[in-house]
């Protein structure tokens, strides 16, 4: 088998996973469900993750992460620098991909592995979501003359939280996601403007 053969397996595996994981979270998810998935047999995962289903977890939960960091950073240069455009540009990075769920993740996911990898896990996130996020905050607040909360921290997980919000939202309603980021945006903004 080529490498190229190989490597497009293990990136099937990975794809599958990530969908699966997002979906239901790590504790919910067995190997049987992804290769079941994959039309494989359970014994073939093993080939391309020798130590199972942490080893998967934790390689399709640190490329979702460097995933985003990219995708952000990128995002975020290419949007007009006003804290509401900067914001815009990264609800709709994060509406075009699949959910984080970043609460499931830290209080089921997480709990579930190597404490580690947890870390590391943890560390990876706290870099790719919250900080590029926090410095558009804490960017938008100096330029822009907004009300200081003190914790730019607390605004940035607040904000990825309604992102994650409106991707479960979109099932119930009849509006568009990216119109429900802009109205939240809005509501963020006014709130943070000086009186």
Do not use: C
Request: overall charge negative; proline content about 3%.
């Amino acid at each position: 088998m080529s490498r190229q053969v190989k490597e497009s397996a293990r990136d099937r595996v990975i794809a599958v996973a990530e969908q699966l994981f997002s979906d239901r979270g790590y504790k919910a998810v067995t190997l049987r469900d992804i290769a079941d998935e994959l039309g494989i047999r359970q014994a073939s995962l093993y080939h391309h993750f020798p130590n199972g289903k942490e080893e998967l977890f934790i390689e399709v939960t640190e490329r979702a992460m460097l995933r985003h960091a990219e995708g952000m950073r990128a995002t975020i240069a290419d949007a007009p620098e006003d804290l509401e455009s900067q914001l815009q540009a990264i609800a709709r990075w994060m509406l075009s991909q699949p959910p984080v769920d970043m609460a499931r993740m830290v209080r089921s996911d997480m709990v579930e592995i190597d404490e580690v990898q947890r870390h590391r896990l943890m560390q990876t996130a706290l870099r790719s979501l919250l900080l590029p996020i926090e410095a558009v905050f804490d960017r938008g607040i100096d330029r822009e003359g907004l009300r200081d909360v003190g914790h730019s921290r607390l605004l940035a997980s607040s904000f990825l939280s309604i992102i994650e919000a409106i991707q479960v939202s979109v099932r119930f309603s009849s509006r568009q996601p990216e119109d429900m980021a802009d109205e939240m945006i809005s509501v963020v903004m006014n709130g943070l403007r000086a009186r």
